[in-house]
């Protein structure tokens, strides 16, 4: 159980256009959801919360307006990265969490800008 | 800030040989501890936690000790196994704004060798 799944596993874009990325929680409801940002031998880096039907929460120095973050339904979060730049270029992570406090995590998304 | 050092990886190790991956924590409060593992092209999964000074967390042969006086949380496994090759992330939890956030170590990439 606690399974999280992300789509699309990896994708490409040009710069200057949006990408939409979708985190689901498959076999459980997710009150809340997380996205992290993850660079090469780096950590995870917790880019904003977010609960079904409120706004998300960023973290400081996130740019909101470039990273839209909607959990509108208790199973669907999404990221989209707005006017992209080569610099966005990352691995994406989302989580979800249920009743209890634990995260579960999905694979990941890898962006690249060119 | 709270924060999460972990030692720094590469490790190569060979089939049965011991493991140990130093963690050390620097938090206001008590946080709950965590390691989680990431195996090749899948998402991170939770490995073990300890929740208070001196539990410890176990799961498939890996063992890791909550200690406050050291503020330390190693991760130890007696004998690794070639199926042990993974990123391995310390993290601390901390209570806000109602949600549990992760802070992640580095991460520290384990080769096993048969």
């Known amino acids: 159980g606690a399974v999280v799944s992300q789509h699309p596993s990896w994708v490409i874009c040009k710069s200057g256009t949006s990408v939409k990325i979708e985190c689901r929680s498959l076999d459980f409801q997710a009150t809340t959801m997380f996205w992290y940002r993850q660079f090469p031998k780096q950590s995870l880096m917790l880019m904003a919360t977010s609960n079904e039907g409120s706004k998300a929460t960023y973290e400081q120095g996130v740019e909101k307006d470039k990273f839209l973050i909607n959990h509108a339904s208790l199973t669907l979060s999404t990221l989209t990265v707005t006017s992209a730049h080569p610099e966005d270029s990352s691995f994406y992570i989302c989580s979800a969490s249920g009743s209890g406090y634990e995260q579960y995590f999905g694979p990941g998304t890898r962006l690249t800008v060119t | 800030g709270d924060s999460v050092t972990q030692m720094e990886g590469p490790v190569t190790l060979s089939e049965e040989a011991f493991l140990t991956i130093n963690c050390t924590y620097t938090?206001?409060?008590?946080?709950?501890l965590f390691w989680y593992v990431q195996y090749p092209g899948e998402g991170l999964q939770l490995l073990l936690k300890a929740t208070k000074a001196d539990d410890k967390g176990s799961n498939k042969g890996f063992e890791a000790t909550y200690r406050k006086e050291t503020t330390s949380f190693h991760l130890e496994k007696g004998s690794v196994q070639v199926s042990d090759s993974a990123v391995y992330f310390c993290?601390?939890?901390?209570?806000?704004?109602?949600?549990?956030?992760?802070?992640f170590g580095k991460g520290t990439k384990l080769t096993v060798n048969p």
């Open positions: 993290a601390l939890t901390l209570l806000q704004g109602g949600s549990e956030k992760l802070v």
């Open positions: 938090a206001t409060g008590y946080p709950s």
